[in-house]
């Protein structure tokens, strides 16, 4: 048997859907510097990550979020909350990775994705595992079991049939629309709950991901977490759907149309406001580098900080920007003349220094 979600298009859904594809339409038409581009994606990526850490219980604040991961700042006493904070955000760089394969979204990929939430930002060797075991999600306050997924020996056939239906609704002659996809895969991914921890920030990292391959990513400036965020009893209302808290008993045919009503309005309501900040950007003037900005990778991205500053780095700046080894340094620095991102100003080993190569010259402040 496969995975068959039980939906209905509404006309609720069908305007959420028009408001979307007016937004992302009007945003894509919007010239923007690459100097605000990239300003605008790191503001996004760290509202993804406080917000749907803060989801989740995470006590460190906006700005708090902001030095740990820009600065390295230390908050004693909440070191969980920072290796939380931490590694989503490695899991939201890797996403964009995947994003730019192009490709099917694949289960090794969210299992990586898992990974790297649960390792607080240490590297990671291997994709973790499904669990092993039943577990259970029980109210904060009553401990009253509120769901009990589906056993630990169903897990496996269930994420291969999540991750077929993704790709049959892409492709069939009336293909699936990629935001009732997205809001589809988080409904069953959260369903499922193949992990004992991490479930509820790798279904929002495989939202995010769905909605990039499928050509939303709206060039990487929205944060759907803070949509959720802004009205948490909202959304844990709206993903509750079915008569029974257990799997077997009602869950697994449950009507989830109410779900992806909500979801679509998030996406709307996000993308809408991602356009006015936008259309701001643009009336000042603006152009849009974001095609070669996208072949960046985010250590790339990141480094061009530099570039506007000083027009030129050694491999003493790479390793304070990243905070590696002088060895680790001169590799990326070696892979980057590699890839033609930057050119050897000064050839002599221990002073040798590098500027941008022409094409990426021009993604810095107008």
């Known amino acids: ?52 850490t803060m989801i989740e219980g995470n006590r460190l604040a906006r700005e708090e979020v902001s030095c740990l991961i820009e600065q390295g700042k230390h908050f004693p006493g909440r070191e969980r909350d920072e290796a939380e904070v931490l590694g989503y955000y ?34 990671v060797k291997k994709p973790t595992p499904y669990r092993g075991g039943q577990n259970e999600i029980r109210d904060s306050g ?17 994420m291969e049939e999540l991750f077929d239906w993704l790709r049959r609704s892409e492709r069939e002659s009336e293909s699936v629309p990629c ?14 709950h193949p992990y004992y921890d991490g ?35 909202a959304y844990y209302q709206a993903l509750a759907v079915g008569p029974s808290h257990n799997y077997y008993q009602g869950r697994v045919e449950a009507d989830i149309t109410v779900w992806v009503e909500y979801f679509c309005a998030g996406m709307a ?9 936008a259309r701001e950007a643009a009336d000042r003037g603006m152009r849009d580098d974001s095609a070669a900005l996208r072949r960046l990778d985010p250590r790339q991205r ?25 060895r680790t340094a001169r590799n990326i620095l070696s ?12 050839p002599a080993r221990k002073s040798r220094s590098y500027r941008l190569s022409p094409e990426y010259e021009g993604l810095g402040p107008s």
């Not at 509404?10 to 923007?32: G, K, S």
């Not at 509820?200 to 959720?228: F, M, N, P, V, W």
């Not at 309501?269 to 900040?277: C, G, I, L, Q, Y």
């Not at 480094?303 to 030129?312: D, K």
Request: proline share 4%; charged share 25%; with cysteine.
């Open 199 to 233: 479930n509820g920030r790798t279904a929002r990292l495989l939202t995010t991901l769905i909605l990039h391959r499928g050509g939303y990513d709206l060039k990487g400036l929205y944060s759907l977490e803070e949509y959720y965020a802004r009205d948490l009893s």
């Open 90 to 123: 490695a899991a939201v760089e890797r996403l964009e990775r995947f994003a730019a394969q192009g490709g099917d979204v694949t289960e090794l990929q969210v299992r990586t994705l898992h990974a790297l939430v649960m390792a607080g930002g240490k590297a």
């Open 335 to 346: 892979s980057w003349v590699s890839d033609e991102f930057v050119l050897v100003v000064d």
């Open 1 to 52: 048997m496969s995975f068959d979600p039980n939906c209905r298009i509404t006309p609720r859904i069908a305007t959420h859907l028009m408001r979307i594809e007016a937004a992302r339409q009007a945003v894509e038409d919007l010239p923007i510097t690459s100097s605000v581009l990239a300003g605008l994606r790191e503001t996004a990526r760290l509202f993804s990550t406080h917000y749907s």
């Open 179 to 192: 935001p009732i996809r997205a809001g589809v895969a988080h409904h069953q991914f959260a369903t499922i």
């Open 142 to 158: 009553s401990r009253r079991i509120v769901y009990m997924p589906p056993e630990a020996s169903d897990v496996p056939r269930l």
């Open 302 to 326: 990141r480094a061009l900080e530099i570039f506007h500053r000083s027009g030129v780095i050694t491999s003493r700046d790479v390793e304070a920007l990243f905070g590696v080894s002088q």
């Open 269 to 277: 309501d996000s993308f809408e406001s991602v356009r006015r900040r």
